[in-house]
T-cell receptor, first 117, second 112 residues
Framework: GAVVSQHPSRVICKSGTSVKIECRSLDFQATTMFWYRQFPKQSLMLMAT?????????EQGVEKDKFLINHASLTLSTLTVTSAHPEDSSFYIC?????????????FGPGTRLTVL | SQKIEQNSEALNIQEGKTATLTCNYTNYSPAYLQWYRQDPGRGPVFLLL?????KEKRKERLKVTFDTTLKQSLFHITASQPADSATYLCALGGNAGNMLTFGGGTRLMVKP
């Protein structure tokens, strides 16, 4: 099946630093990837839709200058949390659509646990 | 406003029984509905997709129904096993951009 990886799986950083999270589709090409965040015992909240070769589409309330998304290739999207603060601590999960599989199924990465001190 | 509701209380059942989880939605006309499994600290894993013109779908011990009149999907796990213990998420999709909107999930605990 389609595999999506994320790196790093866990990161702890100081307040004010920037953190980059990578999302890769390992065995398929993904023109569209999605970034979610999930707080403890809550559901996934879509942050933005990442489109290869174009600007990301952000959901209402998500600061595009705070959460920079780059989708430079068909297999890689990155999310950079700039000037991270403790309230940015969360579980960040990416997903990718497998167009060859019909496009309606999203395959999720294992997630990245961000802790900002 | 759009709302997707799953029972937030954990569902506890005995091994071997059938687990039934519910997903209700309002103010939404999804083209399809998906069910995912999520283990603690992990990303969701896709289980089943059912389209608006399908009533039922099966995959091994899993069965999903989709009633667009009731705006409800039921997710069944037959002959449940302790390994089935996890949080199960329903997600609606098919709108512009093919984004998925997730319910809050229901935690299933299967006791041996």
């Amino acid at each position: 099946g389609a595999v999506v990886s994320q790196h790093p799986s866990r990161v702890i950083c100081k307040s004010g630093t920037s953190v980059k999270i990578e999302c890769r589709s390992l065995d398929f090409q993904a023109t569209t990837m999605f970034w979610y965040r999930q707080f403890p015992k809550q559901s996934l909240m879509l942050m933005a839709t990442s489109n290869e070769g174009s600007k990301a589409t952000y959901e209402q309330g998500v600061e595009k200058d705070k959460f920079l998304i780059n989708h430079a290739s068909l297999t890689l999207s990155t999310l950079t949390v700039t000037s991270a603060h403790p309230e940015d601590s969360s579980f960040y999960i990416c997903s990718a659509r497998d167009l060859a599989g019909g496009g309606d199924t999203q395959y999720f990465g294992p997630g990245t646990r961000l802790t900002v001190l | 406003s759009q709302k997707i509701e799953q029972n937030s209380e954990a569902l506890n059942i005995q091994e071997g029984k059938t687990a039934t989880l519910t997903c209700n939605y309002t103010n939404y006309s999804p083209a399809y509905l998906q069910w995912y499994r999520q283990d603690p600290g992990r990303g969701p894993v896709f289980l089943l997709l059912i389209r608006e013109n399908e009533k039922e779908k099966r995959k091994e011990r899993l069965k999903v129904t989709f009633d667009t009149t009731l705006k409800q999907s039921l997710f069944h796990i037959t002959a449940s096993q302790p390994a089935d213990s996890a949080t199960y998420l329903c997600a609606l999709g098919g709108n512009a951009g093919n984004m998925l909107t997730f319910g809050g999930g229901t935690r299933l605990m299967v006791k041996p």
